[in-house]
């Protein structure tokens, strides 16, 4: 996969993208990350990207000239019939799981990061394809989210993670919070590791994780439950863990 950001400040990017997961994805050839200043893209002497907006008001508003042709730009390098240009913005769909699972199946991303008072509206109309916001709140410009969805879409890139199955145990991946996880010592400051993990029982073990991810999820995100497709298993998990929340 390539993601292209569009970005007035590309220096921003180098500590997150220079280390961990996306540094390895990175050197195996799995993820290209490409960042592009609209500045390059401004023609005039001063190189400007942002005027005062039409009809008054705070702030500036980035122009849509330099942004337009950096996209054309990212556009022209990559030969791709499954691609997505993205706006970084407040208003947009709130970014989530799902999302990054819809957006990991496109083999070129564009993400474009706003900054100022935003980006003229045309871009937003014509240019790209969707707005994604990554929470209800503002930032001073979209890089940081930028970030958080390159980060979140690259996990779900085959050979990223390593195992295989790595991705689909974290926490909403199947639309649950993920379960407890212990390591070494088994035993700290008197706090012991569940038993049934060092059962070497592989079915007690899937199933008291089944169970533990339910429970955390009806604890802390009830309001998930009410869209993930549940089995008759699970079903019976959560009446078992209702019952031993009642004391019954």
């Not at 990350?33 to 893209?41: A, Q, S």
């Not at 008197?190 to 994780?209: F, M, N, Q, Y």
Request: aromatic share 8%.
């Amino acid at each position: 996969m390539r993601i292209d950001i569009i970005s007035l400040f590309p220096e921003m990017f180098d500590g997150p993208f220079g280390h961990s997961i996306i540094k390895r994805a990175r050197e195996a050839g799995l993820l290209i990350v490409n960042i592009i200043n609209p500045r390059d893209f401004a023609y005039d002497k001063h190189r400007i990207v942002d005027d005062y907006p039409f009809g008054g008001g705070s702030g500036m508003v980035m122009k849509p000239e330099p942004l337009y042709r950096a996209v054309e730009s990212a556009k022209t390098a990559v030969e791709s019939n499954k691609r997505r240009i993205i706006l970084m913005c407040p208003g947009g769909e709130v970014f989530t799981q799902h999302k990054a699972r819809e957006l990991a199946a496109y083999d070129h991303l564009i993400l474009v990061c706003g900054h100022y008072e935003g980006v003229d509206e045309r871009i937003r109309q014509y240019v790209v394809d969707e707005a994604v916001s990554i929470g209800d709140y503002v930032l001073t410009g979209g890089e940081l989210p930028a970030m958080v969805v390159t980060d979140a879409v690259a996990r779900m890139i085959p050979g990223v993670l390593g195992a295989s199955d790595a991705a689909v145990h974290d926490s909403f991946y199947s639309g649950l919070l993920e379960y407890p996880q212990y390591t070494r010592p088994r035993e700290f400051n008197g706090w012991e590791v569940p038993e049934v993990l060092l059962s070497g029982d592989h079915a007690k073990i899937e199933r008291w994780r089944r169970k533990q991810s339910l429970k955390r999820t009806l604890e802390r995100r009830p309001d998930l439950l009410a869209s993930c497709v549940l089995s008759e298993e699970d079903a019976k998990l959560l009446a078992e863990i209702k019952r031993e929340q009642s004391g019954c």
